[in-house]
């Protein structure tokens, strides 16, 4: 079973600098990484797809990098909006599975 | 409006059994493949199962910890798809989504969640 891991559990910006998330696969998952945002109360968000394509709707400040094991999400200019928690996914094909990080909680400094 | 509406959570004691049914709307549902997510009070996202479209073959595939005790199908007809959870633990205690692939490898659309509660 692939393992996600992201760091830091918490992140502490101020509002207008940037953010950078980082997730970990214990093998290589190529660019089938997705990553999600989740605020309190709410179902997930898709943002990114395949890596680094952002998904529909989703600013510009928002970016994906990486492949093979090492991606990052990078948010630019932090917004109010986007303090919330941040999930990376990942799928493997056989046996068909998906498996989430468990997570990144950016928090306003 | 593309939307997913869960329903059918509550509360169940150990062993029990209990049927999730979700309604989409605003997609052709017939060609979607859907999966179930869950998350536990305070804890982070897991992949339950899913189903594929007909024309994908209708096949399922569960996460081995609820292999044998859910099973996932769909009504095309009504644009539904159900997650029958039996011998049900308390360790299934969750919110529990409905989910839309927009490509086999992300889920795109997700449904509110519907809270299952397992306790005596």
């Known amino acids: 079973e692939i393992v996600m891991t992201q760091s830091p559990a918490t992140l502490s910006v101020s509002p207008g600098e940037r953010a950078t998330l980082s997730c970990r696969a214990s093998?290589?998952?190529?660019?089938?990484l997705a990553w999600y945002q989740q605020k309190p109360g709410q179902a997930p968000r898709l943002l990114i797809s395949?890596?680094?394509t952002r998904a529909t709707g989703i600013p510009a400040r928002f970016s994906g990098s990486g492949s093979g094991t090492d991606f990052t999400l990078t948010i630019s200019s932090l917004q109010s909006e986007d303090f919330a928690v941040y999930y990376c996914q990942q799928y493997n094909n056989w046996p068909p599975m998906y498996t989430f990080g468990q997570g990144t909680k950016l928090e306003i400094k | 409006e593309v939307q997913l509406v869960e329903s059918g959570g509550g509360l169940v004691k150990p062993g029990g059994s209990l049927r999730l049914s979700c309604a989409a709307s605003?997609?052709?549902?017939?060609?979607?493949?859907m999966s179930w997510v869950r998350q536990a009070p305070g804890k982070g996202l897991e992949w339950v199962g899913r189903i594929l479209s007909k024309a994908g073959g209708g096949t399922t595939d569960y996460a081995a910890p609820v292999k044998g005790r859910f099973t996932i199908s769909r009504d095309d007809s009504q644009n539904m798809v159900f997650l029958q959870m039996n011998s049900l633990g308390t360790e299934d205690t969750a919110v529990y989504y409905c989910?839309?692939?927009?490509?086999?490898?992300?889920?795109?659309?997700w449904g509110q969640g519907n809270m299952v509660t397992v306790s005596s």
């Open positions: 395949g890596a680094s």
């Open positions: 989910i839309t692939h927009g490509t086999e490898t992300t889920f795109d659309l």
């Open positions: 605003g997609i052709t549902f017939s060609s979607a493949w």
């Open positions: 093998q290589s998952v190529g660019s089938n």
